[in-house]
């Protein structure tokens, strides 16, 4: 495994100004990285994180800011996520069409790694989720277009399906990975996604791998870097 301060690139963070984006870039600062974000917001991203970050402002439906955005990243991790049924922020424009955006555009500028959270239960149409603008199929499709793009000789992806997300401290908790969509419930702090998100980027074993994740008890970590031990491609 190679130690965070060679990873040489830089990071687009896609929804960094949100609950786990903003441990995304956090964790990128802590091991060192580069990273630019976009936000819809430049003051809330300034308020944040101050001069750490180079700052992309505009919404993921908007293919100009989206493209300079990713331009001249090695990697872009998205935690965006819709908070509405219509308009901008929901889940057709967001979690599919908004990601989607960003997949193509990351691919078109020659970005080599795309990490995404997503969710558990993304394959179940069936799941009362799904009420909420059909949030889990939006998800879906985007995964499915991440790994179809993103799959192919010379890029690599990781998709992070958690449970339900909770506030805190990362490496706090030991976690249990599975992959097939089997797990119905559980919880995770934001944190810890935020974490494993960017561990992804220089573990080898994150490299295409799609997975889902949820705490199994309260006991401090010394490294997430064991859950990609346990995942089969
Ligand atoms: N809540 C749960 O229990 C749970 C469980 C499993 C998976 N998830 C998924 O995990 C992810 C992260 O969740 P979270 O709670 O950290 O989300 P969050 O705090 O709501 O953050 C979502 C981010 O997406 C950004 N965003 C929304 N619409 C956008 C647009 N049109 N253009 C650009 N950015 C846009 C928001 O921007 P602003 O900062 O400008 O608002 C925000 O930064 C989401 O995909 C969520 O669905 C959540």
Same mark, same amino acid.
């Given at each position: 495994?190679?130690?965070?301060?060679?990873? %040489?690139?830089?990071?687009?963070?896609?929804?960094?100004?949100?609950?786990?984006?903003?441990?995304?870039?956090?964790?990128?600062?802590?091991?060192?990285?580069?990273?630019?974000?976009?936000?819809?917001?430049?003051?809330?991203?300034?308020?944040?994180?101050?001069?750490?970050?180079?700052?992309?402002?505009?919404?993921?439906?908007?293919?100009?800011?989206?493209?300079?955005?990713?331009?001249?990243? %090695?990697?872009?991790?998205?935690?965006?996520?819709?908070?509405?049924?219509?308009?901008?922020?929901?889940?057709?424009?967001?979690?599919?069409?908004?990601?989607?955006?960003?997949?193509?555009?990351?691919? !078109?500028?020659?970005?080599?790694?795309?990490?995404?959270?997503?969710?558990?239960?993304?394959?179940?149409?069936?799941?009362?989720?799904?009420?909420?603008?059909?949030?889990?199929?939006?998800?879906?499709?985007?995964?499915?277009?991440?790994?179809?793009?993103?799959?192919?000789?010379? !890029?690599? *992806?990781?998709?992070?399906?958690?449970?339900?997300?909770?506030?805190?401290?990362?490496?706090?908790?030991?976690?249990?990975?599975?992959?097939?969509? !089997?797990?119905?419930?559980?919880?995770?702090?934001?944190?810890?996604?935020?974490?494993?998100?960017?561990?992804?980027?220089?573990?080898?074993?994150?490299?295409?791998?799609?997975?889902?994740?949820?705490?199994?008890?309260?006991?401090?970590?010394?490294?997430?870097?064991?859950? *990609?031990?346990?995942?089969?491609?």
């Amino acid at each position: 495994m190679a130690i965070s301060n060679e990873y %040489d690139g830089t990071v687009l963070v896609a929804g960094a100004t949100g609950r786990t984006g903003s441990w995304v870039v956090r964790r990128l600062l802590h091991y060192g990285v580069r990273v630019r974000v976009l936000s819809r917001s430049g003051q809330k991203a300034r308020e944040l994180f101050g001069e750490q970050v180079e700052v992309a402002v505009g919404k993921v439906q908007e293919r100009e800011v989206v493209a300079r955005a990713v331009e001249g990243c %090695d990697a872009v991790i998205s935690a965006l996520g819709s908070s509405a049924f219509s308009g901008e922020s929901s889940p057709a424009e967001v979690d599919r069409d908004g990601a989607i955006l960003l997949i193509d555009e990351a691919a !078109r500028a020659g970005v080599r790694h795309f990490a995404m959270v997503s969710s558990i239960a993304v394959t179940k149409w069936f799941h009362p989720l799904n009420l909420f603008g059909g949030v889990l199929s939006m998800k879906l499709s985007a995964e499915n277009h991440l790994r179809k793009v993103f799959g192919q000789e010379g !890029r690599s *992806y990781t998709i992070i399906r958690p449970g339900g997300l909770k506030d805190g401290e990362p490496l706090q908790h030991r976690l249990h990975v599975d992959q097939g969509d !089997r797990i119905w419930s559980g919880w995770i702090n934001r944190s810890d996604v935020a974490e494993l998100a960017v561990l992804s980027l220089w573990i080898g074993k994150a490299k295409n791998r799609t997975f889902e994740v949820v705490s199994e008890a309260e006991e401090p970590q010394q490294t997430l870097a064991g859950c *990609y031990e346990r995942l089969s491609p």
